[in-house]
């Protein structure tokens, strides 16, 4: 249970915009010492002014959290401002669609790199930080945030590298709350599994570099574009909503924080699949015009 929130250092990634800006915002008031990183400079430049006008102490790192040599960076440079962290939101995350065997190398390699590296690289590089002050200071208390999806519990088609990715940052993030448990009780690990919400992933190809950026996008990638620009701009729940739940999870104790509990219901059919052994349950089994949608406009010559 964390309760004082005070004076306590954040480190969180992707915080430009999304959910890691919304975090920060909340941090900014409840105190803390913010430790902004992104890989768009103008993004993070705006979220720094308007967080030390909000009275907040920053750090801000340009950082692509794909490159451990970056990230080993950032976490020396993270000690020497403020120490150990107490928070850290391993939040950055990149989305990308179309069928899964059209992904090129580049795909995998962007994708994987900052969704599964760039959070493994800030569990390798600040936990051990925040053990070592656990170990020192019996009253401190930590707490790591990585941001997975609903895409991470299932198993939606034409978005399969994406899926991929957020499946690994779950099963990180269980086996980080498990590692923790056997070791300390002052430090825990929650996953965050947001369903469509109106944040900056849609767009994140505009961070992607230019050797990894494909000439064409083949047709199911455009299309996988345009229905993930409609369901994440549609998004009826904000990202400061899910902010707050994060911080109300980690006040709580609570691993598993999601947006949309309703959408647990796809997950329980998804469980009861694989242990009944049965075929995947159609995704579109209640919305069947979406499924229909989707399958003429890739099978149009």
């Known amino acids: 249970m964390i309760t004082d929130f005070n004076n306590k250092t954040a480190v969180l990634t992707g915080a430009g915009s999304g959910f890691g800006l919304e975090c920060a915002r909340i ?3 409840l105190g803390m010492n913010l430790v902004l990183v992104d890989v768009q400079q103008d993004a993070l430049d705006r979220a720094v002014q308007e967080l030390q006008a909000a009275g907040a102490a920053v750090l801000a790192q ?22 150990a962290p107490h928070f850290v939101f391993n939040n950055a995350g990149v989305g990308s669609g179309g069928l899964i065997w059209e992904n090129s190398v580049q795909d995998w390699e962007w994708v994987l790199g900052v969704n599964v590296m760039g959070v ?17 200071d019996p009253a401190y208390r930590g707490h790591i945030v990585n941001t997975a999806s609903m895409a991470g519990l299932l198993n939606a088609p034409n978005m399969g590298i994406y899926n991929v990715s957020k499946h690994a ?8 709350y498990q590692d923790l448990a056997l070791v300390t009780d002052q430090i825990s690990a929650s996953v965050l599994c947001p369903y469509f919400v109106p944040t900056g992933i849609s767009q994140s190809h505009r961070n992607r570099p230019a050797d990894a950026t494909p000439v064409k996008p083949t047709r199911s990638q455009l299309i996988g574009q345009a229905m993930s620009d409609k369901a994440v701009g549609s998004g009826r729940v904000s990202a400061a909503d899910v902010a707050q739940k994060v911080f109300d999870a980690m006040a709580a104790g609570q691993f598993y924080i999601y947006s949309h509990p309703k959408a647990i219901g796809s997950v329980q059919a998804r469980l009861e699949d694989i242990v ?11 919305k069947p015009e979406l499924g229909l949608e989707l399958k003429r406009a890739l099978r149009a010559a």
């Open 120 to 136: 493994a690289h800030g569990v390798r590089v600040f936990t051990p930080m925040m053990l070592a002050a656990a170990a020192q």
């Open 276 to 286: 009944l052994a049965r075929n995947p349950t159609d995704p579109f089994g209640h």
């Open 62 to 83: 340009r950082v692509d959290v794909s490159n451990a040599a970056a990230m080993d960076a950032l976490g020396q440079a993270v000690q020497a401002r403020f120490g």
């Open 27 to 29: 941090g900014a008031r």
């Open 169 to 176: 940052v779950v099963a990180l993030s269980e086996t980080l």
